[in-house]
């Protein structure tokens, strides 16, 4: 952000004209929430850009990131010792979004837009990484065992949370995190 600012001041230096950036993330660009953002896709002048493929990989390093942060934020909660049930469900579902957050990085890697629903990501991500190989068959069948988990845990009050589910969960998690890393450091 400091360097948009930057960039501001040098603007109205060598134009005498005054920008005020406003720095949005990138899901903000591609589904505006506000009217502003709108009217800025459609009228708006690019004055910077980067490389589609830079931009492609700094998303999938951010979503990465999140995952990590979802299964240290599981790891933390099964390590406390912890066991009732509202703790087992907080730990599926943040272990579940780590586990979503890797599927969607390695659909970022291959395809320029990614499913809105749960089930299109399951889906997606089979055909490209487990059906043709690059991941193991039974990574698609623990995805499917996972978004169980997740909903049931989530929505359902009357759902079998375990911390044995919890535990599956969190372990899958740690393989989808790995699996991320190494193939990121092969692209």
């Known amino acids: 952000r400091e360097g948009s600012n930057n960039a501001a001041f040098d ?9 005020e950036p406003l ?4 899901n903000e660009w591609r589904e505006p929430s506000t009217w502003l953002m709108y009217r800025v896709r459609l009228e708006g002048k690019e004055m910077y850009s980067m490389d589609a493929k830079a931009i492609r990989r ?6 990465y990131d999140l995952a990590s942060m979802y ?7 099964l390590a406390s010792g912890a066991e009732d049930e509202g703790s087992m469900r907080v730990a599926i579902d ?5 586990i979503e957050l890797c599927a969607k990085a390695f659909l970022l890697s291959r ?29 698609g069948r623990r995805l499917s065992h996972c978004l169980r988990y997740r909903n049931e845990a989530r929505y359902d009050p009357a759902a079998e949370v375990t911390k044995s589910r919890a535990e599956a969960v969190a372990a899958f998690a ?12 092969k692209s």
Request: charged share 25%; no cysteine; proline share 3%.
């Open 11 to 19: 603007s109205l230096l060598a134009t005498g004209e005054d920008v």
């Open 23 to 26: 720095v949005r993330s990138l």
């Open 58 to 63: 700094k998303e999938i390093d951010g979503l």
């Open 71 to 77: 299964l240290q934020a599981t790891s933390r909660i």
């Open 94 to 98: 943040a272990g579940y979004n780590a």
């Open 111 to 139: 395809l320029d837009t990614l499913p809105k629903s749960h089930g299109g990501v399951k889906t997606l991500f089979s055909d490209h990484f487990v059906k043709s190989g690059v991941l193991p068959r039974e990574f």
């Open 174 to 185: 740690v393989e989808m995190v790995e699996s991320l890393e190494k193939y990121m450091e």
